[in-house]
């Protein structure tokens, strides 16, 4: 499949021979990406509107957001260590300048 112009998450299950790009048809939160994290068949995409997560190799993602515990739906990264997935978010108050930034972002914990 060809896709020009287009954001989302590129998915290769052949070892990088070919890519399928995923988008907010297959679940993504949203096409722009922060980050990524797999470990086994899940994957985990920090996405500008949530924390996406997919348990089959990236062929469909379900999204968790402020709803679901999250400090902000803007995600800036994300790592999962045996059951716990810990996701960095950005603050909810704007602040002038990125080393600010940094420091006062939010973690959250969620667990499988």
């Known amino acids: 499949m060809k896709h020009s112009l287009t954001t989302g998450l590129a998915v290769s299950l052949n070892d990088g021979a070919t890519f399928d790009l995923k988008t907010e048809a297959d679940g993504l939160g949203s096409n722009s990406m922060r980050g990524v ?3 086994g068949s899940t994957v ?3 996405t500008y509107n949530g924390l996406s997560i997919s348990t089959n190799d990236g062929t469909s993602f379900i ?4 709803s679901d515990g999250l400090g902000s739906n803007i995600v800036f990264g994300v790592y999962a260590a045996g059951s716990n997935v810990y996701v960095a978010t950005h603050p909810k108050v704007k602040l002038p ?6 420091r006062n ?3 959250a914990l969620l667990t499988k």
């Open 63 to 66: 999204n968790k957001t402020v």
């Open 37 to 39: 994290y797999a470990i």
């Open 97 to 102: 300048h990125p080393a600010a930034r940094r």
């Open 44 to 46: 985990y995409a920090a």
């Open 105 to 107: 972002s939010k973690i």
